[in-house]
């Protein structure tokens, strides 16, 4: 492989890691700590850092940064002048050191990633894509790295399965925790329409489109006659949402808070989300004081509650989780124009949540059931991820999959995954892909962007 081919995957993979760099600084420091290991496991093959192994690490760290004279020096010197590339060598194995230093200072990142579980947080309470995106570039990036020689040792195969399991480590790379986000607001650029348009835009879900789109134009409404002067009606923005996980409560719900906004009706319109465990403490007085820092947080936005009937379990003695629901509202009706509370769970353990408790009964009156997701549409969404993440299915392929979708949900249960389904199996169907590739000595873009058959897992191994 040439210089050239090696600087446009470098850009390739910079294109695709942008969204997650411009979460922040902090950001990029993971990124590259990560990326400085996989070069490290490539160089280990020979026990030296080749010169397109430094070149691929110093042209991503200098998009990465935005450092303008190496990158110049990269593209324009590299294969022109002999001393201008040994210059350029030696910084970028120094920020290569730097960077390992760094990582052998935390004792958890030697065996880990820092990325994987970062980024499975960040799509978990963002409602983002950004997990398989950035980690399938960043192995393709790993690929093109480990085979620049143009050969493919038994060795190499091992090292690319093994930063492949790396990537998709997240159970214990715990590192990533260090980094909140603690609450996500719409962007400067957001809007109705945009708002709008994605909720719109969302796979299934058409009575949950209906009721938002309803609850949209009655609140239009409600802000002419406002603005007007005119009685106003006793509006109540707080809701229930029931139903399985991977339906899209969350995301419904930060879609919301950004209608809120956009209405005039929350200043912000953020989201902040938590459980009981963020709300409920184990000793007197405690709980109460989480409450309250979780409402100031969420003041001029909302606040979600996943799996809110956990705040009142079953014959639970002495549990504090009444103190939080009393806390929260009397909290609710203090700021009952800055705050806006979703609470959300299983469709009979929210009824009886909300029955359970006369102030939660009164303060709840807008309902909206999020249904389980039917073989055709959970296809629609692994398409979806598909194109996210420039993949294809043969229609063979998608024979398979509709064979297990239909399989799985004909046969479901509480725990059936919805949409969190589709996008395991679709993680699942890349690193079986990438088994099968990693036998492959010469790769195409067909090759590395078809998934097949026998790409797709067995049936068997959901139903473990």
Aim: charged share 25%; proline share 3%; hydrophobic share 40%.
């Amino acid at each position: 492989m040439n210089t050239q081919e090696i600087k446009r995957e470098a850009n390739l993979l910079y294109k695709a890691i942008v969204p997650f760099l411009q979460l922040g600084a902090s950001y990029q420091t993971l990124f590259l700590t990560d990326l400085a290991e996989i070069v490290r496991l490539t160089a280990m093959i020979d026990q030296r850092f080749s010169s397109n192994e430094i070149l691929a690490y110093g042209m991503v760290y200098a998009l990465v940064k935005q450092e303008k004279k190496l990158l110049a020096s990269l593209l324009n010197e590299w294969e022109l002048s002999e001393s201008a590339r040994q210059n350029s060598e030696f910084a970028i194995i120094q920020l290569f050191d730097d960077y390992q230093q760094a990582r052998k200072r935390n004792e958890l990142a030697e065996k880990y990633f820092y990325l994987p579980a970062v980024l499975k947080e960040l799509d978990t309470k963002n409602g983002t894509n950004l997990f398989t995106p950035i980690t399938s570039a960043i192995y393709r990036f790993a690929q093109i790295v480990i085979r620049a020689d143009g050969q493919e040792s038994d060795i190499e195969k091992k090292v690319l399965e093994e930063i492949q399991t790396l990537l998709h480590q997240t159970e214990q790379g715990q590192a990533g925790k260090a980094i909140e986000v603690e609450a996500v607001y719409p962007t400067e650029e957001d809007s109705l329409e945009k708002v709008l348009a994605e909720l719109n835009s969302l796979i299934g879900m058409q009575n949950i489109k209906d009721e938002i789109n309803t609850l949209t134009n009655f609140l239009k409404v409600q802000k002419v006659r406002i603005e007007r002067g005119l009685a106003k009606t006793n509006l109540s923005l707080h809701a229930v949402f029931s139903g399985s996980p991977g339906t899209g409560k969350t995301t419904v719900a930060r879609m919301v808070g950004r209608i809120y906004k956009h209405l005039g009706f929350l200043k912000k319109g953020h989201l902040i989300e938590t459980d009981r465990a963020g709300m409920v403490a184990g000793y007197i007085g405690q709980t109460s004081k989480k409450v309250d820092d979780l409402v100031k947080a969420s003041l001029d936005g909302v606040l979600f509650i996943d799996e809110a009937y956990s705040l009142l379990p079953k014959n639970a003695a002495n549990d504090f989780g009444q103190e939080a629901i009393d806390t929260l509202l009397k909290r609710m009706e203090d700021n009952r124009d800055r705050l806006v509370v979703i609470v959300a769970g299983y469709t009979d353990n929210m009824a009886e949540f909300i029955e359970s408790n006369p102030g939660l009964k009164s303060r709840f009156n807008r309902y909206l059931t999020f249904h389980d997701y039917p073989p055709e549409e959970l296809l629609a969404i692994f398409h979806k991820l598909c194109r996210e993440s420039n993949f294809k299915t043969t229609l063979e392929a998608d024979t398979k999959l509709t064979e297990i979708f239909r399989h799985l949900y004909e046969n479901r249960d509480k725990t059936f995954g919805n949409g969190r389904l589709a996008r395991n199996l679709f993680e699942k169907t890349l690193e079986r892909q990438a088994n099968r590739l990693v036998k492959i000595a010469t790769l195409t873009d067909e090759l590395l962007t078809n998934l097949l058959p026998e790409d797709i897992p067995p049936l068997e191994i959901f139903l473990t």
